[in-house]
């Protein structure tokens, strides 16, 4: 049974993004996947404040929320971010989660002491913001991509929704959120992301 763990990234609750991430866990539970969702808005915890109290041990420091987190990051096989996009990027939240895992940055580039929590894992970015535009995703997807690495995984796939602004306005794409939820079904399951329609791969436009 995969371990998935799922960042959510939105201050709105049941939003857009939510909606989206809800399509994917229904997916992947269906085919018996655990899934833990945790709201980032809803822990208190700091950005990485460049302390270098990771630097020789590849530990952060900091004691607060976000602190058990590492343990799960290491257990976990799928990691997940849902974020809108806020000016072009992800939430302020969702990128102090990003910072905090300079410590595993550290473990790996570092000190070396190999892969986190003896495994690799997939990283999995669904997003959506309210505009139209060719580039609306490519900084964020930059980000995922070096997030992901940092913690041990690649940047597997991603469901990037345009056009969508109020809450709940992605009901109306049902195709989205198909493509969410098959996306899920494949990353619990250890599926060809390939074979999943409508979503984006690296290497594909976004
Ligand atoms: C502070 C803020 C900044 C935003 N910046 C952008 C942006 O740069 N580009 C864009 O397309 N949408 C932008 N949006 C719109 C949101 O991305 C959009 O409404 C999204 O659907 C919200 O998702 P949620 O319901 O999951 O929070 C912004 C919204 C807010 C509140």
Same mark, same amino acid.
């Given at each position: 049974?995969?371990?998935?763990?799922?960042?959510?990234?939105?201050?709105?609750?049941?939003?857009?993004?939510?909606?989206?991430?809800?399509?994917?866990?229904?997916?992947?539970?269906?085919?018996?996947?655990?899934?833990?969702?945790?709201?980032?808005?809803?822990?208190?915890?700091?950005?990485?404040?460049?302390?270098?109290?990771?630097?020789?041990?590849?530990?952060?420091?900091?004691?607060?929320?976000?602190?058990?987190? @590492?343990?799960?990051?290491?257990?976990?096989?799928?990691?997940?971010?849902?974020?809108?996009?806020?000016? @072009?990027?992800?939430?302020?939240?969702?990128?102090?989660?990003? +910072?905090?895992?300079?410590?595993?940055?550290?473990?790996?580039?570092?000190?070396?002491?190999?892969?986190?929590?003896?495994?690799?894992?997939? *990283?999995?970015?669904?997003?959506?913001?309210?505009?139209?535009?060719?580039?609306?995703? +490519?900084?964020?997807?930059?980000?995922?991509?070096?997030?992901?690495?940092?913690?041990? %995984?690649?940047?597997?796939?991603?469901?990037?929704?345009?056009?969508?602004?109020?809450?709940?306005?992605?009901?109306?794409?049902?195709?989205?959120? +198909?493509?969410?939820?098959?996306? %899920?079904?494949?990353?619990?399951?250890?599926?060809? @992301?390939?074979?999943?329609?409508?979503?984006?791969?690296? *290497? %594909?436009?976004?």
């Amino acid at each position: 049974m995969k371990n998935i763990l799922l960042f959510l990234g939105s201050p709105r609750r049941g939003g857009n993004t939510d909606i989206l991430a809800e399509a994917f866990t229904n997916g992947a539970k269906s085919v018996g996947a655990s899934v833990e969702r945790v709201r980032l808005m809803d822990l208190k915890f700091s950005p990485c404040i460049e302390c270098g109290g990771c630097d020789d041990s590849g530990t952060c420091i900091l004691k607060d929320d976000f602190t058990p987190f @590492y343990k799960k990051m290491e257990e976990a096989d799928v990691v997940v971010l849902s974020s809108p996009m806020f000016f @072009y990027n992800i939430t302020a939240a969702s990128q102090a989660m990003v +910072e905090r895992t300079q410590a595993f940055w550290v473990r790996q580039y570092v000190l070396k002491s190999g892969k986190i929590g003896g495994k690799t894992r997939d *990283g999995i970015f669904l997003s959506a913001g309210a505009t139209k535009g060719k580039l609306l995703f +490519e900084g964020s997807l930059r980000v995922m991509r070096y997030f992901f690495d940092a913690i041990g %995984g690649s940047l597997e796939a991603a469901v990037l929704v345009r056009g969508v602004e109020k809450k709940g306005d992605i009901e109306k794409q049902p195709d989205v959120l +198909e493509s969410a939820e098959n996306l %899920g079904k494949c990353a619990a399951s250890g599926g060809d @992301y390939s074979k999943v329609q409508g979503i984006w791969l690296p *290497g %594909g436009k976004s």
